[in-house]
T-cell receptor, first 113, second 112 residues
Framework: GQQLNQSPQSMFIQEGEDVSMNCTSS?????WLWYKQDPGEGPVLLIA?????ELTSNGRLTAQFGITRKDSFLNISASIPSDVGIYFC?????????????FGKGITLSVRP | NAGVTQTPKFRILKIGQSMTLQCTQD?????MYWYRQDPGMGLKLIYY???????DKGEVPNGYNVSRSTTEDFPLRLELAAPSQTSVYFC???????????FGQGTRLTVV
């Protein structure tokens, strides 16, 4: 089936630094979604991308829908301690009659004060 | 503003016992999902539903069953609990497959 690849599994940065994460697939996706999961909570949507080449910002977060439709990027600028969490990319994939929401394995971000 | 509600929040089961994880949403969403999350393993799709009366297997359906008799409810059934089913289970819903999925708070299940 269509899979989303995220690496590395963990990232460690200093408070105030910028960080970039990407998500790739061997298949084309028509929608890219970026979620964040805080410890003990369910994931929450950060940014949704619907058009190839689209660049969208949400505060200190910026995400881009890759031109090839096979990748997406999430950038966090001027990181703060509350940015700690797991960041997932997600998108609709089809392996049968119906499409379903598929997630990458996530990147755990740690921010050192 | 209830959103997606999961019950229970925590449960300990003995091997071979059965239980139902409840999930209900009040947003009139068509799509509903059940994921399990093991440490460092991301979210694995167990079952999903695109509307009342329609369910389909996800990536890891073995050992689970679901039903979708109403738009609001999507219970997940474990018939014979096994230690491998120890995990955190999340229910989610969305209007379409392309729109924001809202997650419940999760159910932490331990099978001993």
């Amino acid at each position: 089936g269509q899979q989303l690849n995220q690496s590395p599994q963990s990232m460690f940065i200093q408070e105030g630094e910028d960080v970039s994460m990407n998500c790739t697939s061997s298949s084309i996706f028509n929608t890219w979604l970026w979620y964040k999961q805080d410890p003990g909570e369910g994931p929450v949507l950060l940014i949704a991308l619907y058009k190839a080449g689209e660049l969208t910002s949400n505060g200190r977060l910026t995400a881009q829908f890759g031109i090839t439709r096979k990748d997406s990027f999430l950038n966090i600028s001027a990181s703060i301690p509350s940015d700690v969490g797991i960041y997932f990319c997600a998108g609709p994939s089809s392996t049968g009659a119906n499409s379903k929401l598929t997630f990458g394995k996530g990147i755990t971000l740690s921010v050192r004060p | 503003n209830a959103g997606v509600t999961q019950t229970p929040k925590f449960r300990i089961l003995k091997i071979g016992q059965s239980m139902t994880l409840q999930c209900t949403q009040d947003m009139n969403h068509n799509y509903m999902y059940w994921y399990r999350q093991d440490p460092g393993m991301g979210l694995k799709l167990i079952y999903y539903s695109v509307g009342a009366g329609i369910t389909d297997k996800g990536e890891v359906p073995n050992g689970y069953n679901v039903s979708r008799s109403t738009t609001e409810d999507f219970p997940l059934r474990l018939e014979l609990a096994a230690p491998s089913q120890t995990s955190v289970y999340f229910c989610a819903s969305s209007l379409t497959v392309n729109t924001e999925a809202f997650f419940g708070q999760g159910t932490r299940l331990t099978v001993v």
